[in-house]
């Protein structure tokens, strides 16, 4: 069996250094809001090229209190329009919705599945106050246009990378292409807790601030609270291990993109859409840190069901478009054409830093011998 991701094997690579973590950790008798989380912030905000990163409890957290944030500091107000993308995980709804804030869904690009920018300035009107791209799939959004269209309209862009820890644009990291920027640190994620644990990046220190006392009751000295606020913290034990995996950060996105390149240049099937031509190199891939391998094909459940005969583990990200979600009942009669086309066809291939090259080959055979027909 092929996996589609194996963390038991991706973390075993780092035992020791993560056995030595958690040891530090036990053996310090502190376990909150302490040095591991503070030194972990540091870095990982090096990492990204910004000034400030606050540690939180998971990816969604990170999308609310930074939304959040900009309420309090008078930034937004509850009823404002956010612009997201119709085509990602419902979380990036769920943030806005959770602020008091109302989403606008925007169609992606169908190249690239990302926000399309054209779109995003026809669903513009005199509410819209804020965009929230998503680095969909580990593929940054076209973060210059939209940089750019914001700062003509005076708009606020949280960047959602919860799937693109490390891409690069213009020689800028995710989480330093936008005012803020939300990152998960889920398991599966590139860079990945052993737990729940998110981060919020940005250059602006009062959002930063506020961000941190949100996720701490609502208070930034002991006692006196200045918001009403929840509990999500960055705890130690994931602050620690995550310091062991940022540090080898970099070279796993090399391998995934060896990974990509492979298919790319050996799934040869017209039923088969790639997401890069066949021809890319890796340096054309540089910004890509392909947390995930989509494929697109109107043949998608019969594409899933021959490559599991083959021995091949996919999956679907996402086949149930957001408007479609009993959560959001409201937005049953939306009409996002592409959307629905994506959650329809779109499958995910196994791709992972420690995947042998035997079991490479046989994801590309197993495609190949899609029928034809």
Not at 124 to 134: F, H, M, Q, S, Y
Not at 157 to 179: K, Y
Request: proline fraction near 5%; charged fraction near 20%; charge should be negative.
């Amino acid at each position: 069996m092929v996996a589609f991701l194996d963390l038991q094997s991706l973390n075993a690579q780092y035992g020791d250094e993560l056995a030595a973590a958690a040891r530090r950790v036990i053996d310090s008798g502190w376990y909150i809001m302490g040095a591991e989380r503070d030194a972990f912030e540091s870095e990982f905000a090096t990492y990204c090229g910004t000034d400030h990163s606050v540690g939180v409890g998971n990816g969604l957290d990170a999308l609310v209190l930074v939304l959040r944030a900009w309420i309090e500091m008078g930034r937004l107000a509850p009823g404002d329009e956010v612009i997201i993308p119709s085509h990602t995980y419902i979380a990036t709804a769920l943030a806005v919705t959770a602020s008091g804030l109302t989403p606008v869904l925007v169609e992606p690009d169908e190249g690239n599945y990302n926000l399309s920018v054209s779109n995003l300035e026809v669903a513009l009107t005199d509410k819209t106050r804020a965009v929230i791209p998503v680095h969909l799939y580990g593929q940054l959004a076209p973060m210059v246009e939209i940089m750019a269209l914001a700062d003509r309209h005076n708009l606020l862009v949280l960047e959602d990378a919860a799937q693109a820890h490390g891409a690069t644009l213009a020689g800028h990291r995710a989480g330093n292409l936008g005012h803020a920027a939300a990152f998960s640190f889920y398991p599966g994620k590139n860079l990945g807790a052993l737990g729940d644990a998110g981060a919020v990046t940005t250059n602006d220190e009062a959002l930063a601030q506020t961000v941190r006392a949100l996720g701490n009751y609502g208070s930034e000295r002991k006692y006196e609270n200045a918001f009403k606020g929840v509990n999500s913290r960055l705890d130690e034990m994931q602050a620690a291990l995550l310091r062991v995996k940022l540090a080898h950060l970099d070279e796993e996105a090399t391998r995934r993109r060896e990974v990509a390149q492979r298919y790319a240049g050996g799934i040869d099937h017209p039923g088969i859409a790639l997401p890069i031509p066949s021809a890319a190199t890796l340096d054309d891939l540089a910004a890509h840190v392909f947390h995930l391998f989509v494929v697109r094909t109107p043949k998608r459940d019969a594409l899933q069901a021959h490559l599991a005969e083959r021995g091949v583990q996919t999956l679907i990200h996402y086949p149930i478009p957001m408007h479609r979600q009993g959560a959001y009942a409201e937005w049953h009669g939306f009409k996002l054409p592409i959307a629905e086309a994506m959650a329809a066809e779109v499958l995910s291939l196994p791709i992972s830093p420690v995947m042998p090259d035997a079991d490479i080959d046989a994801v590309i055979a197993a495609c190949n011998d899609f029928p034809r027909d």
